[in-house]
């Protein structure tokens, strides 16, 4: 890698403003990374190569007019392709969606552009967001930086795979059930779920609009702190959006973990958890308890039926929302022998939906079907409520939850494909979080015996987000993690 693209967020920031360097650099200096690396990894669907360095231009006539530049001032971001950006296709790795381009920018595209951000492309992901290794996407699938012949973590597969081979410092993606924390967890990165409503889902192509949440990938803490700053605060265009102006997350995360409580929650540690990933986590806590940080054991009951309740929530919701792509109004077109209406509807969705989207697309069908709301939908919004009541009732004792993020290293391609319910378990430490609508970060903790990467997962109480920044710095201050990808 070049000087340039191994600098973290801040200091390409920092450096542009000073006239260090150029924002034309920056942005060259990256591309050419991309194309080096890109063709073995696959992160990105779309690489806006010209359109990077037109916006580098713009930022480097800003400064030669002596206009202030904002807080991202040159740093190239990636875009999860489920993320609206004006012109460029939004697929969602998916072929119903081949060929659409986004007529808006979404909020958070608006806002990384308001502080001079420079969007580099579009990258790749499991169909729709639906699954958590990157090989439900109807292009290719993307591949680990660490070993190529293992899965990134899904949905936002390529967006940590762009930050963890240096292809770009910060990128966004979204997480509905850990599609950040996951895949941040599996290629070494930091991966941050901010707090539901904390983050603007306008321009955000929606999966289970109760649960979605956009957040950054980035190689710190810092940087993803910088990011949230950036994208956050309340939009109007957004009736989930919570109130308030755009919060300075770097600041509000300054301090030690002196007399910091953290919960230990014993019912994710049970069963299915790797030997590394349980030495991992237990290297973490020595390093906080030496910090100041106080852990103690807390009880979340409810936390076993959690998988079951998402695969309910989520589906259904995803069934309504994706009833809207029928071949009429976007992506390509496809006709039955008869003509009918029907026809088109079933052939376009039976055409440009995957295995997995059409899956859950009839698993939530079902779910809110007549005589089987009640018996399934509606029962698992009461558990919900229970195992949200679990994190209120933990959050009364401590001030932050400590868990594994992953039951233990990236797997090979192919391993989980043929048995949805072991794929699914990839999630069963992240979507608790989505369900309770509060914030939660990873945080690489170590490697594997076979030289992996491994996650630690924080969760705040929701608006607590700048806590999870300061567990996370924490942690890579230990030097538990060291290592980059053989690139």
């Known amino acids: 890698m070049s000087a340039l693209t191994e600098l973290s967020a801040r200091a390409l920031a920092d450096g542009v403003r000073k006239g260090e360097f150029t924002a034309r650099a920056v942005a060259d200096a990256h591309l050419a990374r991309v194309a080096a690396v890109d063709p073995k990894v696959q992160a990105f669907l779309k690489v806006l190569g010209a359109e990077a360095m037109a916006a580098a231009e713009a930022v480097d006539a800003k400064r030669a007019a002596g206009k202030p530049l904002g807080s991202l001032a040159g740093v190239p971001v990636a875009l999860k392709d489920n993320i609206c950006l004006t012109g460029a296709q939004t697929s969602c790795a998916s072929r119903i969606l081949e060929g659409y381009a986004a007529p808006y920018d979404a909020t958070v595209t608006e806002r990384l552009k308001a502080a001079d951000a420079v969007i580099l492309g579009k990258t790749n992901m499991d169909e729709f967001a639906m699954g958590s290794s990157t090989e439900n996407s109807a292009y290719f699938p993307t591949r680990n930086p660490w070993d190529l012949e293992r899965v990134p973590g899904g949905s936002s597969g390529g967006s940590a795979a762009a930050v963890a081979a240096g292809m770009a410092p910060l990128a966004l993606g979204s997480d509905t059930g850990g599609s950040i924390r996951q895949p941040g967890a599996l290629c070494g990165i930091v991966g941050l779920k901010p707090t ?41 265009k957004d009736s989930t959006s919570l109130p308030g102006p755009a919060r300075d ?131 698992a919004q009461k558990v ?81 987000d700048h806590l999870l920044v300061r567990a996370a710095r924490a942690v890579e201050e230990a030097g538990l993690f060291k290592g980059a990808p053989a690139l």
């Open 196 to 236: 539901y409503g904390a983050v603007s889902r306008y321009g955000l192509v929606a999966f289970a609009s109760s649960l979605d949440q956009i957040g950054p990938l980035a190689r710190s803490a810092d940087d993803a702190a910088l990011a949230l700053s950036v994208i956050g605060g309340h939009d109007p």
């Open 249 to 379: 997350y770097l600041a509000e995360s300054a301090g030690d973990l002196k007399g910091l409580r953290l919960g230990l929650p014993r019912e994710y540690l049970e069963s299915g958890l790797e030997p590394d990933m349980r030495r991992a986590l237990d290297a973490s806590l020595d390093a906080l308890k030496a910090r100041g940080a106080v852990v103690r054991d807390v009880g979340m009951p409810h936390t076993r039926y959690a998988l079951s309740v998402y695969y309910i929530i989520a589906p259904s919701e995803a069934s309504s929302n994706l009833s809207r792509f029928d071949g009429v109004r976007f992506g390509p077109r496809k006709t039955g022998p008869g003509g009918s209406l029907l026809e088109l509807y079933e052939e376009s969705r039976g055409a440009g939906f995957g295995p997995e989207v059409k899956r859950r697309i009839m698993l939530g069908a079902y779910a809110l079907s007549s005589g089987y709301y009640d018996a399934y939908y509606l029962k």
């Open 384 to 464: 919900r409520t229970l195992i949200k009541a679990d994190f209120d009732a933990a959050f009364g004792e401590v001030d932050l939850l400590v868990t594994p993020t992953t039951p233990g290293p990236a797997f090979r391609f192919g391993e989980k494909t043929d048995d949805p319910l072991q794929m699914y378990l990839s999630d069963v430490f992240t979507l608790p979080c989505n369900l309770a609508g509060v914030g939660g970060v990873s945080v690489p903790a170590g490697l594997s015996a076979s030289g992996l990467p491994l996650g630690v997962q924080f969760m705040a109480r929701s608006g607590e």
